[in-house]
Each structure stands twice: as structure tokens, then as C-alpha cells.
């Protein structure tokens, strides 16, 4: 009787199907209501009540935004520098990670609770003499300013260190090490295979954050150099009476494709973390 249980399939009653699905209209509902905003115009988005309906002005407000915000050098500088930050979080994180797991070394715990101590710090902090390093080497409006500084995080380290405790069994690596594997190959047909789950929720994560990131782009970049797309938002809607329709329409071209990369790589994240085997 509780094998039948086991193996039967289970489903959601009424109440269910009802919480999640105002759980998912109160999540869509910020995107939905600016798509509205962006078909208006900045008149009827002032009047009272707002519209709660899509208007004829959507592709017209696209028009401007993408064109008075340079929307398409910032959507291809923001693709490089959130690609880059990812993939080197990732790398460098899972080695890290990997050290702070497996091996064995001198003030192992120390180090590791001083990563973890980086965390407690107000990035608001470190803006004056990273801003200052950045104009000495003459990186000010570059791409490179934004990348190399957060090409590591105490976050992702620590996720890769707790994800690999568990996955990574000790023995696994000791059997490579007895059959003469190199660190570096130990890494990379071992640890790496392993760590492909976290590494993918690790690398969406941080691409993520990466894309949305305001505070350090606005200070390093200007919106006529190098901008990213937040940056080059703030350029919407200038002037006396700010155009609310073209500034909700430049964010909703901002919001277009990380919405496309959860819809092409979200089910392959999901079933990476419901993985769990180890793959030599």
C-alpha cells in the first residue's frame, strides 16, 4: 500500500491551483503594468484612473527609447560585461570553492570566515578608492572598470565550498590523486563535472545580478561612452515634464532578454540542480 503511495503521482486540489495563481499574477503584475505604461503616452498615464489596458504607442515608444538611449550599444555592452562577470564568478568561485572544501592548507577556517567577513561590508564603502585605482589606470568609461572589479564574489565562493562539501565525495579525489591526476586534472574531470549544477544556478545568478547592477556602472560609466543599460536608461524621459511612457518602454527592452534567458536555459538550470549524480 505505501509503495502504490510511493509511485503514484501527486496533484494539487482547488486551493492549490488558487494561491499559485495570485502568486503568479502578482508576480507578472509589475511587467504587465509596464508594457501598459509603454503603450500610452505620458498624458493618460497622468490622468486618473491610469490605464490598465495595452494602447496603440508601444512600438513608437520603443522606437524612441531605443534610439534616444543608444539602447543597442548598451544592450551589447551590457551582454559582455554580464557574460564576463558570470563566467569568471563561476571559474573562479568553483576553485576556490573547491579548495575551501577539499584541500588542505594553513589557516584554511580563517581565510574562509574572512571571505565570508567580505560579505558584511557596505559596498558603498569601497567606492572611493576603487574609483580612484580605476582613474589611475585610466580605465574611467571602460568596460573593464565594471567586469574585473566583481569578477569574484565572497558569495559565490561560499555557495561552490557548500554545494562541493556534499556533492564531492573525499574519496572520489583521493582515487584520482593514487592514479597520478594533476591538480588541474583533478579540477577539470572531476570537480567541474560535479559542480555543473551549482555552477549553473552560480553563473545565472550572477548574470543576473550583473545585468541589473546600477550603483558602481553609473559612477565608472557615462551615458555618451560606454554604457550599460542601466546607465543608459537615465538618460530617458529628460526634460521638464519627464516622458513616464518612453522610460517605461526603455525599461522593458532592458527587462527583453533576461526574460528570453530564463525561458530558453530555466528548465535546463532546474533539471542541473535536480541532477545531483557524479559524472567522472
Not at 489596458?53 to 512600438?59: A, E, I, K, Q, T
Not at 574519496?171 to 579540477?187: K, P, T
Not at 560606454?226 to 536608461?233: D, E, N
Request: aromatic share 12%; glycine share 8%; hydrophobic share 55%.
Amino acid at each position: 500500500m505505501r509503495a502504490q503511495r510511493a509511485g503514484r503521482q501527486l496533484h494539487g486540489g482547488r486551493l492549490t491551483y488558487a494561491v499559485l495563481t495570485v502568486f503568479t499574477a502578482g508576480s507578472l503584475f509589475p511587467l504587465i503594468w509596464t508594457a501598459v505604461a509603454a503603450s500610452r503616452t505620458n498624458t493618460r498615464l497622468a490622468q486618473t484612473p491610469p490605464p490598465f489596458w495595452f494602447g496603440s504607442n508601444l512600438f513608437r515608444n520603443l522606437r524612441i527609447a531605443w534610439t534616444d538611449a543608444n539602447m543597442g550599444t548598451a544592450l551589447l555592452n551590457t551582454t559582455i560585461v554580464a557574460g564576463s562577470i558570470a563566467a569568471g564568478t563561476v571559474f573562479f568561485s568553483t576553485l576556490a570553492g573547491f579548495a575551501f572544501a577539499k584541500l588542505r592548507f594553513r589557516f584554511k577556517n580563517l581565510l574562509l570566515i574572512l571571505v565570508i567577513g567580505t560579505m558584511m561590508v557596505p559596498p558603498q564603502l569601497s567606492v572611493v578608492p576603487l574609483y580612484m585605482l580605476v582613474a589611475k589606470l585610466s580605465w574611467t568609461d571602460q568596460l573593464q572598470a565594471v567586469i574585473l572589479p566583481t569578477l569574484v564574489s565572497a558569495f559565490g565562493v561560499f555557495f561552490m565550498r557548500q554545494y562541493l562539501v556534499e556533492a564531492l565525495p573525499t574519496e572520489l579525489v583521493e582515487a584520482a590523486r593514487v592514479d597520478g591526476a594533476s591538480s588541474w586534472r583533478v579540477v577539470w574531470h572531476i570537480v567541474f563535472p560535479v559542480a555543473r549544477p551549482a555552477m549553473a544556478v552560480l553563473g545565472m545568478l550572477s548574470f543576473v545580478m550583473a545585468w541589473n547592477d546600477f550603483f558602481w556602472p553609473i559612477i565608472a560609466l557615462t551615458q555618451n561612452g560606454s554604457p550599460t543599460v542601466q546607465v543608459a536608461l537615465t538618460g530617458l524621459g529628460r526634460g521638464y515634464i519627464p516622458d513616464q511612457s518612453v522610460i517605461m518602454a526603455g525599461a522593458l527592452l532592458g527587462t527583453l532578454p533576461l526574460l528570453l534567458a530564463f525561458v530558453l536555459f530555466g528548465r535546463q538550470i532546474v533539471g542541473g540542480i535536480m541532477q545531483g549524480a557524479v559524472k567522472g
